[in-house]
Each structure stands twice: as C-alpha cells, then as structure tokens.
C-alpha cells in the first residue's frame, strides 16, 4: 500500500479487520490478536464499542502511524 492508499484508509471513521490488516501487514489470527488488544485498552478507557469495530483514529494512535509523513510522501508522489 502506498501512502495515498494509506491516507484513503485512514480516513474513514470505523476500522474492520481487513482495514486492520491492510493497516498492518498481518494474517488474520495475528490481527485478531491486535483487535482484541486494542478493544480491551479502549474499553478499560471506558469507550463503548460497536461489534466488530474499533474507531479508526484510536487505531491510527495505537499504531503510531504518522500522518505529516504520509501526507508528505503522498504529494512528493504527484510532483
């Protein structure tokens, strides 16, 4: 995934378990794994969650992606 592709996916408000591997790289057991992790730290934080969704910003966080970078590398793609 490029990082115009990236931002795309980033974008929207809820995250599913493809966006999860998209996201990360990983097989479905492993992203699994992560889901849950993430799931239980936001739900001790008090977050009410919908079944099968994480909010995609809480993602982004949990993940450290850094939007400045892909941003930048997505306009350095166009010129």
Same mark, same amino acid.
């Given at each position: 995934?490029?990082?115009?592709?990236?931002? %795309?996916? =980033?974008?929207?408000?809820?995250?599913?378990?493809? &966006? @999860?591997?998209?996201?990360?790289? #990983?097989?479905? !057991? %492993?992203? =699994?794994?992560?889901?849950?992790?993430?799931?239980? &730290? @936001?739900?001790?934080?008090?977050? #009410?969650?919908? !079944?099968?969704?994480?909010?995609?910003?809480?993602?982004?966080?949990?993940?450290?992606?850094?939007?400045?970078? #892909?941003?930048?590398?997505?306009?350095?793609?166009?010129?």
């Amino acid at each position: 995934m490029n990082a115009r592709e990236t931002l %795309n996916l =980033i974008s929207k408000q809820w995250c599913d378990l493809n &966006d @999860l591997r998209k996201l990360t790289g #990983l097989g479905k !057991n %492993n992203a =699994i794994k992560l889901k849950n992790e993430i799931r239980i &730290d @936001l739900e001790n934080k008090g977050y #009410l969650l919908p !079944n099968k969704l994480l909010p995609m910003n809480e993602v982004v966080s949990y993940l450290k992606i850094n939007i400045s970078y #892909l941003q930048k590398m997505a306009k350095e793609v166009i010129n």
